[in-house]
């Protein structure tokens, strides 16, 4: 494990969360390979490690390869289990599943033009199965990671409130995230009956494991450093985003998941 990684997964182990939640329990990550759900999993594995948590990781993702390179020796662990499958398909595990942190969806820009049914697919098809297994499951609680596009269209003179309704741009192809990821919010309202679901809309997260296929802005940023390249700017440089080191992203990640109040909670950050 990198150091910074090390040092990162130690500070959030070592929080004063109700960890004692998740102890003895089963956990399915979906979308386990991802920049962010790598550091939930590693997070987890750890503290089973130094506290025995006995935390049941069940990590679903498409990829045996991409698994395999990015999780390397956790492969032979008693405490993760990788369920290599599409998420769009029927969650194929055999013991209860007790938290849900569902995490899968296609985030890179370039995906919303390119195939916009499969990121609808994904986020829309791919919730609906979270939610089908955790009613039969009675599953203590499900994490969906949402998005702060689901804001819509704002200013720094008026910044967002999560009580705002969305605006989206109906001709703008990229907007086919926020309105898929608006659906789920609303499936998960829909379910609040049955199920205890919370909510994060995470915006720009940074940080070791982030990766140049990304596409985003501060990926290509540090990759024109690298190649001792001009800094690229396809706008004129006025936007404004809410960025956030990993570190902290993922400690409030596991506040909302373990402290979080009432069958719906909306968090962003």
Not at 93 to 103: L, Q, R, S, T, V
Request: glycine fraction near 6%; charge should be neutral.
């Amino acid at each position: 494990m990198n150091n910074i990684v090390r040092e990162d997964i130690e500070n959030i182990i070592n929080m004063k969360l109700e960890w004692g939640k998740l102890k003895g329990k089963n956990v399915l990550v979906t979308g386990a390979t991802g920049y962010l759900a790598h550091y939930m999993i590693l997070t987890m594995l750890m503290r089973n490690e130094m506290f025995d948590n006995q935390i049941g990781v069940i990590a679903l993702c498409r990829s045996r390869e991409k698994a395999k390179a990015l999780y390397k020796d956790k492969f032979n662990r008693d405490d993760i289990t990788f369920l290599f499958q599409d998420v769009t398909e029927d969650i194929n595990y055999p013991e209860k599943i007790d938290f849900f942190i569902h995490m899968a969806s296609p985030a890179n820009p370039n995906a919303f033009t390119v195939s916009p049914w499969d990121v609808v697919s994904a986020n829309i098809n791919g919730f609906g199965k979270v939610l089908e297994r955790a009613k039969k499951d009675m599953s203590e609680r499900i994490m969906l990671f949402s998005s702060n596009a689901v804001y819509g269209m704002w200013s720094l003179e008026n910044p967002p409130k999560e009580t705002d309704d969305c605006v989206v741009q109906l001709d703008n192809s990229r907007d086919i995230y926020a309105i898929s990821k608006l659906v789920c919010e609303t499936m998960a309202k829909e379910e609040q009956e049955y199920l205890d679901i919370v909510i994060v809309r995470p915006s720009v997260i940074y940080g070791p494991g982030a990766v140049a296929s990304q596409k985003k802005h501060f990926t290509d940023f540090v990759m024109n450093c690298i190649n001792r390249e001009p800094i690229r700017l396809l706008s004129e440089g006025k936007v404004y985003r809410n960025i956030l080191y990993i570190l902290d992203a993922v400690a409030g990640f596991f506040y909302v998941l373990l402290k979080g109040g009432g069958r719906y909670l909306q968090c962003c950050c």
